[in-house]
């Protein structure tokens, strides 16, 4: 019913930058709630602690802290999008990327993308 689409991923030198994008099937401005989690290689994904940032649709932000700083998310309502911006990346960064969205009224639910992978390394 509703499908993300990541993109952006690649291989970054530490350092670099990369942007996320999650192209939504409905309107961002009928989201919930936005946000991007992410997976390191070997281990399962866990929401407690692999959320990266949360983007409300009130306009709240809140990020993990180890990216405070470096990550910025938000969305583009032209492009029906949510966005991660990654700045100074670190080797420690690398994982798969997914976004999830959340929405109420007759789409109730949380939805994941198929994910992104980011590799950060010289």
């Known amino acids: 019913q509703v499908q993300l689409v990541e993109s952006g991923g690649g291989l970054v030198q530490p350092g670099g930058s990369l942007r996320l994008s999650c192209a939504v099937s409905?309107?961002?401005?009928?989201?919930?709630?936005m946000g991007w989690y992410r997976q390191a290689p070997g281990e399962q994904r866990e929401e407690q602690r692999d959320?990266?940032?949360?983007?409300?649709?009130?306009?709240?932000?809140n990020y993990k802290d180890s990216v405070k700083g470096r990550f910025t998310i938000s969305r583009d309502n032209a492009k029906n999008t949510v966005d991660l911006q990654m700045n100074r990346l670190k080797p420690e960064d690398t994982a798969v990327y997914f976004c999830t969205v959340e929405l109420r009224g007759d789409l109730t639910g949380v939805y994941w993308g198929q994910g992104t992978q980011v590799t950060v390394s010289s």
């Open positions: 959320w990266v940032a949360v983007l409300t649709s009130s306009g709240s932000t």
């Open positions: 409905v309107s961002v401005d009928s989201l919930y709630a």
